[in-house]
């Protein structure tokens, strides 16, 4: 079902291109319906000749005119536009905020009556791939909730959770380690004597093929552990080279230390909230 309340956009930057793209593309949303609102004026006009969507002369222009209001700008610079904002009447309204680590509480206190979600799509959310967290505040209608997710199912699978835990979410669907992994067995390839261009297609379909396996036996991934381990085999070899190495820790080290930074963000924040 179409989403037919009006959309804005605060910060018409990467992530609001993605979800921009997404909408109209899908035919999730009609870009008459969207006004965004951005600093750098080249930038609104080449969002409006691409998309057809409609350009605010302010911040305060582009609030005033939605009914779902993404505020779509960098961490560091949210308290400013919710500062901006405060003197606006949001009842009626729903304000979704994707900047990372930043907390519902910082839309709750500063735009009165507003209802606030937290959303944080990942970047294969761009291709519909994505894994994205959603968290709802309880001022959230059953109308609002359904758009919102309306919105983000066309990006991918939705994970909605209580705001304490995004964070986690933020660091799990992280790409670039993913990527790192694949780009470290490419390496070993070459390593190895196989061409950069075979290796990446070889690696590529091995880890296609695991990804098949692993959708073909959802929660058993202990069992294709064990079933891909021959004991004295080849692969349990490389399991305790993995070992040796210290794999497991660092790989749990990489994700505790994104969700800290993640929640780095959010503590600063609610410390100048108190
Ligand atoms: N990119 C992603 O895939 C992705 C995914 C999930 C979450 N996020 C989060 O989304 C947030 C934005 O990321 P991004 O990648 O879209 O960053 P970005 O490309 O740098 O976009 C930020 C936009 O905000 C605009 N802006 C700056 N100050 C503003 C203000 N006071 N009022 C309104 N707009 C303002 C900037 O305009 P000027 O350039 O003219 O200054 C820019 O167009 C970040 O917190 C990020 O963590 C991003």
Same mark, same amino acid.
């Given at each position: *079902? ?101 907390? *519902? ?49 066309? *990006? ?64 058993? *991934? ?53």
């Amino acid at each position: *079902m179409p989403v037919t309340r009006k959309i804005s956009f605060i910060g018409g930057g990467k992530i609001t291109e993605i979800l921009i793209a997404n909408m109209t593309a899908r035919a999730v949303v009609d870009p008459a319906l969207i006004t965004v609102s951005n600093p750098g004026k080249a930038r609104l006009e080449d969002l409006h000749k691409r998309f057809g969507v409609n350009k605010a002369s302010s911040n305060g222009d582009a609030a005033a005119s939605g009914d779902i209001i993404f505020v779509c700008v960098r961490s560091e610079i949210a308290s400013a536009v919710a500062e901006e904002l405060g003197g606006m009447d949001f009842s009626g309204k729903t304000v979704v905020t994707i900047s990372a680590g930043v907390p *519902m509480k910082l839309y709750r206190e500063k735009l009165k009556n507003a209802s606030v979600v937290r959303v944080m799509p990942n970047p294969p959310s761009k291709i519909g791939y994505g894994a994205i967290a959603v968290s709802f505040d309880d001022r959230i209608d059953g109308k609002a909730r359904e758009d919102v997710m309306e919105i983000f199912s066309s *990006m991918g699978k939705c994970f909605v959770l209580p705001e304490e835990k995004i964070n986690i979410l933020t660091s799990i669907t992280c790409p670039a380690p993913v990527f790192a992994f694949c780009s470290a067995i490419i390496q070993s390839s070459v390593l190895l004597g196989i061409d950069h261009a075979t290796s990446e297609d070889l690696v590529f379909h091995t880890i296609q093929g695991c990804l098949k396996e692993w959708e073909h036996n959802p929660g058993q *991934m202990a069992k294709l552990l064990t079933e891909t381990s021959t004991p004295g085999g080849i692969s349990v070899q490389q399991l305790f080279s993995l070992d040796k190495g210290g794999f497991g820790g660092v790989i749990k080290q990489t994700y505790v230390d994104g969700w800290a930074k993640s929640k780095e963000f959010g503590d600063r924040i609610l410390k100048s909230l108190d």
